[in-house]
């Protein structure tokens, strides 16, 4: 007869049924909509930016797990992920050696540095884009848009639009943008194509509980309602920039983000907060990568100050 152990242990208590790699098969199979969007609008200037990203992720690893001469697990999906989320972050036009280094960059710099898969402290394809930003912000901050209701084309996203406009009516400037935010914004980054399909993607890994709805819940809902504080539209500021993309798939890493419910909670409102604080009152349009990578450099606080009380005492053997 099979003995089994009974293991106790202090809360938080998680389900993990699957494997690393099927756990990166299901999110890769969550930005299967919003990929094959960019896809099907940018065509080539996608596959290469995507297919660049993840051969340098990918191969990074492979290279210095061989190197330092550790198990080569490149198969589990972790580092094809890693590219995949970092070339939806990037726009469809970019020389073909930039999403490549910054695929390399991910890993180095991402995770290499410490310590490997599961012991990085951020995000491994926020911290390339970073990198990226940083370094060739020529190439990052181009985009092109027809800002419907006036009179005028400009190369800048949505948000960038709205944070220069000065005209009266800012919430039926924003309101104009709602088709082409959710269907087809044909602006920004590849991941930012279409609202619908990173929705899709969110409610694809909330159903398969491959995360939870505490951080992007609280992370949209944040932004939501500071936005509505600040008299500007909510749903504009919901749909627009790499928002969603950030709250279901990169804000809730497992590795990067708070494990407790109460840490989860407060995770999301921080990333929203400060979002909403960058897009109003910074240079920036945009806010979200910034916000998720200072979050996860206080995810360790979070999970240290919102520990469930432990009720009894187990004594040693």
Not at 50 to 67: C, F, R
Not at 76 to 97: C, E, F, I, R, V
Not at 282 to 289: A, F, K, W
């Amino acid at each position: 007869m099979e003995e089994r152990k009974l293991v106790v242990s202090a809360a938080p208590h998680i389900r993990a049924p699957e494997t690393t790699s099927q756990l990166m098969l299901w999110v890769i199979i969550a930005l299967a909509p919003v990929t094959l969007a960019g896809l099907y609008v940018y065509k080539l200037l996608a596959v290469q930016t995507i297919a660049m990203s993840v051969i340098g992720a990918v191969g990074s690893e492979a290279l210095m797990q061989k190197l330092l001469k550790k198990p080569i697990t490149i198969y589990d999906g972790s580092a094809a992920l890693t590219g995949l989320l970092l070339a939806l972050t990037l726009p469809p036009k970019l020389p073909w050696w930039l999403p490549l280094v910054g695929g390399i960059t991910a890993v180095l710099l991402g995770k290499v540095v410490f310590g490997g898969l599961g012991h990085n402290i951020f995000n491994p394809a926020l911290v390339s884009r970073a990198v990226l930003l940083l370094s060739w912000p020529q190439f990052l901050t181009k985009g092109s848009f027809k800002l419907i209701a006036v009179d005028t084309v400009t190369k800048a996203t949505p948000l960038y639009i709205m944070k220069e406009t000065r005209a009266g009516n800012l919430h039926a400037i924003a309101s104009s943008f709602y088709k082409y935010l959710f269907l087809s914004n044909s602006s920004g980054a590849i991941g930012e194509i279409s609202a619908l399909m990173l929705i899709i993607g969110g409610v694809i890994l909330i159903w398969r509980r491959v995360i939870r709805w505490r951080i992007p819940i609280t992370f949209l809902a944040t932004v939501a309602v500071f936005s509505l504080v600040l008299n500007a539209d909510p749903l504009f500021y919901l749909l627009a920039g790499g928002l969603l993309l950030g709250a279901f798939f990169m804000a809730t890493d497992y590795v990067t983000s708070p494990i407790t419910p109460r840490g989860q909670i407060a995770f999301g409102i921080g990333c929203g907060f400060i979002t909403v604080l960058l897009r109003f009152y910074s240079g920036l349009p945009e806010g979200v990568m910034f916000a998720i990578l200072f979050m996860n450099s206080l995810a360790p606080l979070l999970d240290k100050y919102t520990q469930p009380r432990v009720f009894g005492t187990v004594k040693a053997q």
